[in-house]
Nanobody, 124 residues
Framework: QVQLVESGGGLVQAGGSLRLSCAAS????????MAWFRQAPGKEREFVAC????????YYADSVKGRFTISRDNAKNTVYLQMNSLKPEDTAVYYC?????????????????WGQGTQVTVSS
């Protein structure tokens, strides 16, 4: 069982930056591929980025490629999402998720554990 807690969301102007963190409980964090998803009001949850167990492989949605960076620190049981050059369309609740698989993927059904989410609002 893994519990995930996101933090770092907030209000930022367009062009600004935020870093989200997701802290995981338990001693097996390194056994999970991790991902970030987001959901805007009235829209379906969408994939943002994911990272393999070791951190050696990452994958991004086209909409954030070049602006967002996912990373993890297995010693700290934490996964991060550095978000730069934020746009109003990045406004959403951001969720981290964990999958007990070697590699990550873009489909929510792959993930076994989810955090409660953190709100990111980008003003124009």
């Amino acid at each position: 069982q893994v519990q995930l807690v996101e933090s770092g969301g907030g209000l930022v102007q367009a062009g600004g930056s935020l870093r989200l963190s997701c802290a995981a409980s338990g001693r097996t964090f390194s056994s999970y591929a991790m991902a970030w998803f987001r959901q805007a009001p009235g829209k379906e949850r969408e994939f943002v980025a994911c990272i393999s167990r070791s951190g050696g492989s990452t994958y991004y949605a086209d909409s954030v490629k070049g602006r967002f960076t996912i990373s993890r620190d297995n010693a700290k049981n934490t996964v991060y999402l550095q978000m730069n050059s934020l746009k109003p369309e990045d406004t959403a609740v951001y969720y981290c998720a964990g999958a007990s698989t070697l590699y990550c993927g873009r489909y929510p059904s792959r993930y076994d554990y989810w955090g409660q989410g953190t709100q990111v609002t980008v003003s124009s």
